[in-house]
């Protein structure tokens, strides 16, 4: 399984956590109140069950949009065909910042060039490819995971070929109907 939504698996789980808990304490209020009926029960109750339901349903979205995005770049990589891609631009992308697992990553648009079985050579970009920074970027290879039936569905892999004893891939996937 590709671990490339992993973040946003997590972050959907910590909220539809953070809604369960909500909610559960908004019924609970809920419950007081109809044994002791005061007004501002009812009110407390009613804002937590709201806040638990919003967060309950972003949570499910969040995870549920994750999980399948991630799918369909295991299906192009189990199912697709691969081509290896020769790199023609790298941009840094500057709108990222922050930390993550204590590392500073360097997030890249990398334009791929390849060639197809019909002989036509197709231009494709990859948005938002992680990169650690340890590595030169002229030791980076790419390689485009093309969907069989519909070629505007693929997948932007990075491999770097400066550690040949552990595999460091990025990758991204573009999904348009």
Not at 21 to 32: L, Q
Not at 103 to 109: K, Q
Not at 124 to 144: H, I, M, Q, T
Request: aromatic share 14%; net charge positive.
């Amino acid at each position: 399984m590709v671990r490339q939504y992993r973040a946003s698996r997590i972050t959907g789980m910590v909220f539809f956590i953070i809604g369960a808990i909500f909610a559960v304490m908004g019924g609970v209020f809920w419950m007081m109140q109809r044994n002791l009926p005061d007004e501002d029960l009812f009110l407390v109750g009613m804002v937590f069950l709201i806040t638990g339901a919003v967060f309950l349903i972003a949570g499910a979205v969040l995870w549920a949009y994750a999980s399948a995005k991630s799918g369909q770049v295991a299906r192009l990589m189990e199912e697709g065909i691969a081509y290896d891609a020769e790199i023609v631009e790298i941009y840094e992308n500057m709108n990222y910042g922050g930390q993550y697992y204590r590392r500073r990553p360097v997030v890249l648009t990398v334009d791929c060039a390849y060639q197809g079985e019909d002989g036509k050579r197709y231009l494709v970009r990859g948005k938002n490819l992680w990169y650690s920074g340890f590595e030169n970027p002229n030791d980076l290879k790419a390689k485009v995971w093309v969907d069989r039936y519909d070629p505007k569905k693929y997948a932007v892999e990075l491999i770097s070929t400066a550690f040949a004893d552990r595999k460091q891939a990025h990758y991204d996937v573009d999904l348009r109907k």
